[in-house]
C-alpha cells in the first residue's frame, strides 16, 4: 500500500505492521524535549506517574530557553530545577551561554535527522519537519509520559500536500511561504494534519528557510510541516548527525487529504496583520503603518540566513529615531558566526541592541515587550493579542528583509535595493 | 460518564493560548498558582463566573497555538467539570484527555448552549441536553475516553509502569 511519509515515519515507531489514518497509536520516540517552561511542569507529572528515571537519557534534551537569562527569581528557580532535574537523570542540558532556541539548537547540534520521532515539549517543534523528522508540540503531561515510558498516544494524521513552484523574486523567503499557505487554509485549515511541502519550489529552499517554514506549520493548527530529505538535507547534515539516517520520502499513489499549488513567482513579500498569524497582506496594502519596535529572532526566524538579509538593509544606515530595533541570533553558534563576519558590527552601528540567544519577547516574556499603544514589526510565528507583552500592543509578522526595512524607515515599506 | 453543571460561555473563535494565560506568567508551574491567571488575557471577569463542575462553552479551533498545559491546569484547578466547543486545536484538546478534563466536540450544542442554564452531557449514551433540547455527540473515541475515565495521563502510564 502507497503510504505519505508521515505514515512511513510513524509506522516505523510502533509495533504495528500497518496503520491508517484515524487510529489512535503508541508512537516511540527518539527525542524527548523540554525547556524551562514545560519541562518543571513535566517533572511533576512524572513523579506522579511513579517514574523517577527517564526511559533512556541519551535521548532526553533539556534546553533553558524561555525566561533565560532569568528575568525574575521564580525563573531563575525554574531553570535551577532544570539543571538539577537533568543533572540528576544524566541526560543533556543546554543552560545559559550554552544553546539558545531550542529548535533552532537541537537541528544544529545534530540531534534531528530524516525519519526520526521528536516529541517536545513546545508546539513549535514541529520545525524540525524541515528536517525530515515527525517533530510534534505536546503539552507537559505528554512529555512526562514521553520522558517515563518513551512513547506517546497519536492519532494517525492524513496529510496536505503543498506543491511549490516557481522561482522566488529577490525579497520573497520561507516566511512569506508559509505566510501564504496559512492564508490559503487558514489557522485551522490543517488541523490534526500534516503538512507537507513538495517540489522545485521546496527543492530550492536552503535550511534555514524550510526551518522557517515548518516551523509556523502549527499557525496552521498543524502537528508538523515535512520537507522529504534532499541533497540540501544530506549538506546540512554532514558533519552534524548524531546518527545514521536514511531518505524517504512519500510512496506515489500516497493518499492526501488536499493538494494545494502555490506559484512562487507570483508572491510579494507578505505581512500578518493583528491579531492573528492568519490576517495576511501585500506588504505593499500596510506601507505607512508606523512601527514602534522591531524584533529580528526567535524559532522561526533568527538563523544565520535572517541576520545576513538583516544586514543588507541595514548597512550603512540608522534605525530610525522613533523606531527600536532587537536582533536575537537563535544560538550562540549563530551569534559567534555573526560576529565573525561582522554582521553584528553593522547592527549595533545601525543602532539596533543584539540580544543574547532567547525566546524572549516573542512569548511576552521578557527582554522587549510592548507597551500599549505601540506596534511591533517581528519575524516571528505569533502575533496574537497581547503575545508580546500588551494586549493593545498590535504585532505585525513578516521576514527579516521587510523587518529590517522597517527598522530604518520608522514604518512599515517594500523592501528595496537602496536599504 | 455523566457531567452536570452551568454553562460558562466563551465567546469567540480561535481563541489561543496566549490569551488564555498569557506568557508573562509562564514561570508558574504550580497549577493551584496559575487560577489567578486564567482568562487573564482574554476577558478576566470570566473567572468570576466559574463554579464547581462549570462547563465552559466554546467556539471554533479553541486553544489555538502554544502547548503551553497551564490553560487546562488552571481550568482543572478551578474544578471545571468539561469544555464543550465546536472544535478544537489538537495540542489543547490533548492536554484536556491527559489530565482527565472531558472535552466534548458538538457544534449545535455549542451554539444552543445559554450562559448560566445547566447543561447535562451523558458521554456513555452520546446526549447533551443544553435547556430543554437535546443533542446527540458522536462518542468520544475508545482510547481518549479510557484515559479520561481512569483519571488522565498520569494514572494510564502509572499502571504501564507497574506491569
Known amino acids: 500500500m502507497a503510504l505519505t511519509l508521515t505514515e512511513k515515519i510513524l509506522l516505523a515507531h510502533t509495533d504495528r505492521d500497518q496503520i491508517t489514518p484515524g487510529e489512535v497509536v503508541l508512537v516511540r520516540c527518539d527525542v524527548v524535549m523540554a525547556n524551562d517552561v514545560s519541562g518543571p511542569v513535566a517533572f511533576r507529572a512524572m513523579e506522579k506517574m511513579g517514574a523517577d528515571k527517564v526511559f533512556d537519557p541519551t535521548k532526553v534534551v533539556m534546553v533553558a530557553d524561555h525566561f533565560m537569562p532569568a528575568k525574575d527569581a521564580r525563573s531563575a528557580s525554574l531553570q535551577k530545577r532544570l539543571k538539577d532535574w537533568s543533572d540528576d537523570q544524566g541526560v543533556t ?8 532556541i531550542e529548535h533552532t539548537l537541537l537541528a544544529e547540534e545534530g540531534w534531528v535527522t530524516p525519519g526520526i520521532v521528536l516529541a517536545g515539549g513546545d508546539s513549535h517543534t514541529c520545525t524540525h519537519g524541515a528536517l525530515g523528522a515527525f517533530g510534534t508540540g505536546l503539552g507537559s503531561t505528554d512529555i512526562a509520559a514521553c520522558l517515563a515510558l518513551g512513547e506517546f498516544w497519536q492519532v494517525v494524521p492524513e496529510t496536505i500536500l503543498v506543491r511549490l513552484s516557481g522561482t522566488r523574486s529577490k525579497y520573497v523567503t520561507g516566511k512569506d511561504v508559509i505566510l501564504a499557505v496559512i492564508e490559503r487554509i487558514g489557522v485551522a485549515g490543517g488541523t490534526n494534519q500534516v503538512l507537507e511541502f513538495t517540489g522545485e519550489g521546496a527543492a530550492g529552499l536552503s535550511m534555514d528557510e524550510r526551518l522557517a517554514v515548518a516551523n509556523m506549520a502549527v499557525e496552521a493548527g498543524s502537528e508538523t510541516g515535512l520537507f522529504a530529505a534532499d541533497e540540501v538535507t544530506a549538506e546540512y547534515l554532514e558533519g552534524r548527525a548524531r546518527r545514521e539516517w536514511t531518505a524517504e520520502a512519500s510512496d506515489p499513489g500516497a493518499h492526501f487529504s488536499d493538494v494545494l ?7 510579494g513579500p507578505l505581512v500578518s496583520k493583528p491579531h492573528s498569524p492568519g490576517n495576511v497582506v501585500p506588504v505593499s496594502d500596510i506601507t505607512g503603518t508606523k512601527i514602534d519596535q522591531v524584533y529580528i529572532g526567535n524559532c522561526s526566524n533568527g538563523t544565520m540566513t535572517d541576520l545576513r538579509q538583516t544586514a ?7 534605525v530610525h529615531a522613533d523606531t527600536r530595533a532587537i536582533i536575537v541570533p537563535a544560538t550562540q553558534d549563530i551569534y559567534r558566526r555573526a560576529m565573525a563576519e561582522g554582521l553584528l558590527d553593522v547592527f549595533v552601528e545601525a543602532g539596533a541592541i543584539v540580544s543574547t540567544p532567547t525566546c524572549g519577547a516573542c512569548f511576552g516574556g521578557h527582554n522587549g ?3 500599549p499603544g505601540e506596534n511591533a514589526l517581528t519575524t516571528t510565528n505569533r502575533n496574537f493579542k497581547g503575545r508580546m507583552g500588551s494586549g493593545e500592543a498590535g504585532v505585525f509578522l513578516a521576514n527579516a528583509y521587510v523587518a529590517a526595512a522597517a527598522a530604518v524607515a520608522g514604518e512599515i515599506v517594500e523592501p528595496h535595493e537602496e536599504h | 460518564m455523566l457531567i452536570e453543571g452551568p454553562a460558562v460561555v466563551v465567546e469567540g473563535d480561535n481563541i489561543d493560548t496566549d490569551v488564555l494565560f498569557p506568557g508573562s506568567f509562564l514561570n508558574i508551574d504550580d497549577p ?13 471577569s470570566i473567572r ?21 498545559e497551564h490553560v487546562p491546569l488552571a481550568m482543572k484547578a478551578w474544578d471545571v467539570g468539561c469544555v464543550l466547543g465546536r472544535s478544537f486545536a489538537r495540542i489543547f484538546y490533548r492536554n484536556c484527555i491527559n489530565l482527565g478534563l472531558p472535552v466534548v466536540t458538538s457544534p449545535d450544542a455549542a451554539a444552543a448552549a445559554i450562559a448560566g442554564e445547566p447543561l447535562l452531557i451523558d458521554t456513555d449514551k452520546g446526549i447533551i441536553e443544553v435547556s430543554g433540547k437535546r443533542f446527540e455527540i458522536a462518542p468520544i473515541p475508545e482510547f481518549m475516553a479510557e484515559m479520561i475515565d481512569s483519571g488522565g495521563l498520569v494514572q494510564w502510564a502509572r499502571q504501564r509502569l507497574e506491569r
Open chain 1, 93 to 100: 542540558y543546554y543552560g545559559q551561554g550554552r544553546g539558545g
Open chain 1, 261 to 267: 499549488e502555490i506559484d512562487l513567482s507570483a508572491l
Open chain 1, 312 to 318: 543588507e538593509m541595514l548597512r550603512g544606515h540608522k
Open chain 1, 369 to 371: 515587550v510592548m507597551g
Open chain 2, 32 to 44: 493551584d498558582a496559575m487560577k489567578p491567571y486564567l482568562f487573564e488575557g482574554l476577558d478576566p
Open chain 2, 48 to 68: 468570576d463566573r466559574l463554579s464547581p463542575s462549570c462547563v465552559l462553552v466554546v467556539g471554533d479551533n479553541f486553544g489555538s497555538g502554544s502547548s503551553r
